[in-house]
Structures are given as structure tokens and as C-alpha cells.
């Protein structure tokens, strides 16, 4: 799609290019002049152009593709809904992905505007994004991730009321934070706040 729409711009420019090359070929004297008249200045034939120019009908060269803004938007458009689809998908997020939800309690998806989805919450600390990012995708250092590397040692929550440390118990269970959270992506970074240690390197999750 991007390259039709280079294509069809590109056409045009020659186009353009080539109606301007006949009209200085006729005569060498022939020339533009550029006039830079703001329309404060209410000139007469300014209002004719600016009239005559709204009221012009461009005819496209392939249907719904008027104008570069558009097909740039169609493209992005295409894009996102892909990622969309994609991110459905359990093996591709991640299988301990972490599920959270919007001001609408709706599920967060994938969103390359203002920020993204998840990164508007946290944008204000670098720490919190990255404690955050750790425990969304639950790659962090608590017992059950390092478990994956190291079989033979103890990788019990400090809190001594759970076999393994795990994000669940954390955020649901351990005495040793202030488990007031939901779903809510907000309510989480709250937590996040509350709780320093949650999440982050430190002697009492190493």
C-alpha cells in the first residue's frame, strides 16, 4: 500500500514536472512569480482561488486514494489491526503476559498513538516503566523467573508463607506489600508506587 501511494505521487510530480517544462520551452520569457499575499489582506482574487480550489473535485487514479495523508493512514490503520490479531494470540505476548485494563475496563490492546497502551501510564518515571514492563511480561527477579535458569536453589518468597515466589502471589498474597490493586492499568501503577521493592532488584527479593 505505502508503495502505490510513492507510485501515485510520484506520477503526479512528473506530471506537474512536465506541463512546466512545455511552458518555459514555448518561451524563454515566459516565468512564475510567487506572491505571498496572507488572506488578512482580503485580496480579490485570493478569494477566487481559495473558492475555486475548495470546490474542486480531484478525480483519483486508483478509488480511495485521493491524497498521501489518507493512504498513510490506511496503511497504519492495516497495521494495527494485524498487531491486534497477532497479540490475541498467546504464544506471540507472551503466555504470562499480564492482561490489564483500561479507564473503561476494557482490555488494553496494542496502540501506536500518544505513547502507546501501556507506556502513558508510566511515562512520567523511567524506574516505574521498567518495573512495570518487568512484571507485565513477567520477566523480573522474583523466584519464579530465575527459577527457569537455576533449577538446584531456593527460590521461596522471603514473606516464608510460599513455596515459590511468584507475580501472583505478590500482587494477591505476600504480607510483605500493600496488596490493594485490580486489573485497572492505573490501579496497578498505584501499586507499583506504593510498593518500591515490588518488582526490582533488592535484598529482599534476591
Known sequence: MQHIASLIHELQSIAILKELREFFN???????????????????????????????NLTPLLLCKSSWGFERKSECDNILKQWKMIFQASDDKGRHFLDLLNNNLCPIEPSYTKGGSWIKYFRHSNLLCVRATRAIVNHTPIGEYCLCFFYNKDFSCPCSN????????????????????????????????????AFSFGESIT
Open 26 to 56: 514555448k518561451d524563454p520569457s515566459n516565468s512564475i512569480i510567487f506572491w505571498d499575499c496572507p488572506s488578512d489582506n482580503k485580496w480579490p482574487l485570493h478569494s477566487i482561488v481559495n473558492k475555486e480550489s475548495k470546490e474542486f
Open 162 to 197: 510460599y513455596l515459590i515466589e511468584t507475580r501472583h502471589h505478590i500482587l494477591h498474597d505476600c504480607r510483605r506489600f500493600n496488596n490493594y490493586w485490580n486489573l485497572r492499568c492505573d490501579t496497578f501503577m498505584l501499586f507499583l508506587e506504593f510498593n518500591k521493592n
